[in-house]
């Protein structure tokens, strides 16, 4: 079945240091790709998506390339600022194409915590 | 666009009362709707999906005859927690797809019910 794996957390970062979160996925057909962010209480906003090969999503600085080749939809922030600390959620959707009636596929979540 | 909202955003009942927690697309039709479930520190479980007039889809595992799941219009869907026990304590999220084209594999969240059961 369809997975999503994403690097443990909580990763901590100063303010203005680069982020990356890594994402890899395993899927039959031709999945969309989507990271989520929650934040404290709150439920998941769509942050950014890519729908098919070599889209790039980007969204408020954070951008992520989808990757065929390597599975990958990793995401990443040029200069991130203690606002952006959440839960980052990567997740995929069958599309429907294996009858999965779009469900969506969740990562574990990583937790970012920035500190000043 | 695409905002959804649950009601309420958070609720306590006593033990053995039942609950219900209404999720409504406000700017757009929305054919079909999931519930899920989040444990403290833990990523979403899928709980059902609920399609306008037509019964819900249960995930292996779910009781559905504990977890209620109307979905009566395009705009709403509620999920009522019966006879409601400490351990169905949770966070419960409803998200909403859009309906039609390649949009339509884009679920939009609610800002999730805070469920307590004493």
């Known amino acids: 079945g369809d997975s999503v794996t994403q690097m443990e957390g909580p990763v901590t970062l100063s303010e203005e240091a680069f982020l990356t979160i890594n994402c890899t996925y395993t899927a039959t057909g031709y999945p969309s790709l989507f990271w989520y962010v929650q934040y404290p209480g709150e439920g998941l906003q769509l942050l950014l998506k890519?729908?098919?090969?070599?889209d790039k999503g980007s969204n408020k600085g954070f951008e992520a390339t989808y990757r065929k080749e390597t599975t990958s939809f990793h995401l990443e922030k040029g200069s991130v600022q203690v606002s952006d600390s959440a839960v980052y959620f990567c997740?995929?959707?069958?599309?429907?194409?294996?009858?999965?009636?779009?469900?969506?596929?969740f990562g574990t979540g990583t937790q970012l915590k920035v500190e000043l | 666009g695409a905002v959804v909202s649950q009601h309420p955003s958070w609720v306590i009942c006593k033990s053995g009362t039942s609950v219900k927690i209404e999720c409504r697309s406000l700017?757009?039709?929305?054919?079909?709707m999931f519930w899920y479930r989040q444990f403290p520190k833990q990523s979403l479980m899928l709980m059902a999906t609920s399609n306008e007039g037509s019964k819900a889809t249960y995930e292996q595992g779910v009781e559905k005859d504990k977890f209620l799941i109307n979905h009566a219009s395009l705009t709403l869907s509620t999920l009522t927690v019966t006879s409601a026990h400490p351990e169905d304590s949770s966070f419960y999220i409803c998200?909403?797809?859009?309906?039609?084209?390649?949009?339509?594999?884009?679920?939009?969240f609610g800002p999730g019910t805070r469920l307590t059961v004493l």
């Open positions: 997740a995929l959707s069958d599309g429907g194409f294996t009858g999965g009636g779009n469900k969506l596929t």
């Open positions: 700017d757009f039709q929305a054919t079909t």
């Open positions: 998200s909403a797809r859009v309906a039609g084209g390649r949009e339509g594999d884009t679920q939009y």
């Open positions: 890519a729908t098919k090969a070599d």
